[in-house]
């Protein structure tokens, strides 16, 4: 027989979690003559089968269902289920914290993280250390903190020497430049073919060019009309090759800016229009459209591309790739709707050409195939070469849409 004190030693239990067993009836004490509680031997070992049925997880009333009858197997395989669970959050947590330490690769929590909450994933890799701009190509480029740095410098090694970072032709370019005509503008209506389109400067005023990157569309820009262009970056080494590549006359009339597109150093109602070819997605689409119009002369233009899908119905492959790369892309009628709302006037939209998508993937194809025996485990050569597979499953499925809209 044991005294309360004894059995409490025996157990590691408290007097008081004893005293509320015994009120439950999970153990039962003897009175002896002076009054003190006695507790059995089976007392004691019922006590210690209870703690191996607690250590499976089970509540205590569950517990002493299990000591009074059958096992309820359906019960069991709850608390099995729950008990996964925890274990499965458990190593999720681990995993993370382990990632944190710069032990492993935190895409994963990178990728999760930039859908449910970009704005704050922006600013908490900011606090990290990282400047604005290294903190975007990280949030859609290496998508790994603990890796950046190596796959930035894969990155620029593979896109070293390529014209342009993404699709685009001269023709789309300066199709949406003369959209941007005013309908009475005689030169509008003989501006019909590629060879018309260069025959002639057209259009004046200021353009600001969001995102130029080596200055592709800015040349065309500034051969093909009379805008005083400023081209914004937030990379030193593209604006030089934008530099690079103007002559003497079109420098006097391009001025190149190193800044964020999400912090725009300009006055409001500064420019006539605002040219941004696919590069809106870094900070948002309607995000854009809507910090950006402050900036838009009354009646001025806003010229975008951006990457659309052009089916109601993608395949799945197609779907979860964009899902995981871009997942604010939608539809091209949906983005029109957006810009409707954020107080646009659609003037055009059409999806680039063929001709855009080659220009961009062929080159970049060629510089995989001399690169890849180099790389053999370079994440950003792997996935340069996922993006292209999807391209060549493309059939249709997705464009880059082209908007011409004027400010309300």
Not at 96 to 107: E, H, V
Not at 205 to 224: D, F, M, P, W, Y
Not at 358 to 366: E, K, M, T, W
Request: glycine content about 6%.
């Amino acid at each position: 027989m044991y005294r309360i004190s004894e059995l409490a030693e025996k157990v590691g239990l408290s007097r008081s979690t004893l005293l509320y067993y015994e009120k439950v009836g999970l153990i039962s004490a003897k009175r002896q003559a002076n009054g003190y509680r006695s507790y059995s031997e089976q007392d004691l070992q019922r006590l210690k089968l209870l703690q191996q049925l607690q250590a499976g997880g089970l509540s205590l009333k569950e517990c002493q269902s299990c000591l009074e009858s059958r096992i309820d197997r359906g019960l069991l395989l709850q608390r099995l289920k729950v008990l996964d669970d925890e274990i499965a959050e458990k190593q999720q947590a681990r995993e993370l914290l382990s990632a944190m330490l710069g032990m492993s690769s935190m895409r994963d929590w990178h990728q999760t993280t930039e859908k449910q909450a970009p704005h704050a994933h922006l600013d908490w890799l900011m606090k990290q250390g990282f400047d604005e701009k290294q903190a975007l190509r990280l949030k859609w480029l290496s998508k790994d903190m603990n890796e950046h740095e190596l796959y930035m410098a894969d990155f620029e090694l593979i896109f070293d020497g390529l014209e342009r970072l993404g699709p685009g032709t001269e023709v789309d370019s300066l199709t949406a430049l003369k959209a941007t005509l005013p309908s009475t503008d005689p030169l509008k209506a003989v501006l019909s073919s590629t060879e018309s389109l260069k025959a002639e400067p057209f259009n004046s005023g200021e353009l600001l060019e969001i995102g130029c990157g080596k200055g592709v569309a800015t040349r065309v820009l500034a051969l093909h009309s009379e805008f005083t262009i400023t081209a914004l970056d937030n990379d030193k080494s593209n604006l030089n090759s934008l530099n690079k590549n103007l002559d003497k006359a079109l420098k006097q009339r391009v001025n190149t800016v190193c800044a964020s597109m999400t912090e725009l150093p300009f006055e409001r109602d500064q420019f006539d229009v605002i040219w941004c070819e696919g590069g809106a997605y870094i900070m948002g689409v309607e995000q854009a459209l809507k910090d950006w119009k402050p900036y838009i002369k009354a009646q001025g233009y806003l010229v975008l591309s951006d990457l659309v899908w052009s089916s109601d119905n993608p395949c799945d492959e197609l779907r979860a790739f964009w899902l995981q790369e871009y997942p604010d892309m939608v539809s091209a009628k949906q983005r029109i709707e957006q810009a409707k709302q954020a107080g646009y006037e659609l003037i055009d939209s059409f999806p680039l050409s063929e001709q855009a998508w080659s220009d961009y993937y062929a080159p970049l194809q060629g510089r995989v195939d001399e690169l890849e025996a180099m790389m053999p485990n370079s994440k950003a050569l792997a996935d340069v070469k996922m993006e292209l597979e999807i391209f060549h499953k493309r059939q249709g499925e997705f464009d880059y849409q082209m908007l011409v809209l004027k400010k309300m």
